[in-house]
């Protein structure tokens, strides 16, 4: 089954510094990865995906990148500030199994100094 | 639309003692998945439903912990008996379409203590 690693556990980083988050998987068929943003003591929501027909995707100060050759996909986030603290949770999936169910990765939780 | 719906959003009860807990999915959602938060183990699925039918349970702990989805707008997870193991938030969650690739909007989750 499908195994996704996520990578730092925790970041810190100087408001107004960018951040990158870095997920590795390891099934080939996955070809959905979003995203998820969980703030302290609320539920995880989504804030952007990619799939594996595109290299990246931009949103704002939100970017995910996607290699499929080497199975890895990052989050990067550009100008942090204070209300980008919080769990990010990196996931895959295959979105043309009706069986697929979403792997997520263990979490960074991302602080930003003021 | 209000979301998906946990309750109770606390629960603190004592060991041995059976715990139920309800979701209500967004309508016209046709995947539940209950899944449980600790910060040892992370974000673990337990379960997930697809209209109605459970499809994969291989999270589930042990026999203790059960799932049912007797209608499309109803799911329940109990435990019996509980343990302080078990200490944890449990979410719900629900996405339409094929479960793969599709946004899942998460419940507020209940929040479990046992003593």
């Known amino acids: 089954g499908e195994n996704v690693e996520q990578h730092p556990s925790t970041l810190s980083v100087q408001e107004g510094d960018s951040a990158v988050i870095k997920c590795t998987y390891s099934d080939s068929a996955s070809n959905y990865f979003p995203w998820y943003k969980q703030e302290l003591g609320k539920r995880p929501q989504l804030i952007i995906d990619i799939r594996s027909n595109v290299g990246e995707k931009k949103d704002q100060r939100i970017a995910v990148t996607l290699n499929k050759t080497a199975k890895h996909f990052s989050l990067h986030i550009t100008e942090t500030q204070p209300e980008d603290s919080a769990v990010y949770f990196c996931?895959?999936?295959?979105?043309?199994?009706?069986?697929?169910?979403?792997?997520f990765g263990s979490g960074t939780r991302l602080s930003i100094r003021p | 639309d209000a979301g998906v719906i946990q309750s109770p959003r606390h629960e603190v009860t004592e060991m041995g003692q059976e715990v139920t807990l309800r979701c209500k999915p967004i309508s016209g959602h046709d995947y539940l998945f209950w899944y449980r938060q600790t910060m040892m183990r992370g974000l673990e699925l337990l379960i997930y439903?697809?209209?109605?039918?459970?499809?994969?349970d291989s999270g589930m702990p042990e026999d203790r912990f059960s799932a049912k989805m007797p209608n499309a707008s109803f799911s329940t997870l109990k435990i019996q008996p509980s343990e302080p193991r078990d200490s944890a938030v449990y979410f719900c969650a629900s996405s339409p379409g094929q479960g793969g690739g599709e946004t899942q909007y998460f419940g507020p989750g209940t929040r479990l203590l046992v003593l």
């Open positions: 996931a895959a999936s295959n979105e043309y199994s009706s069986a697929s169910k979403i792997i």
């Open positions: 439903f697809n209209n109605n039918v459970p499809i994969d």
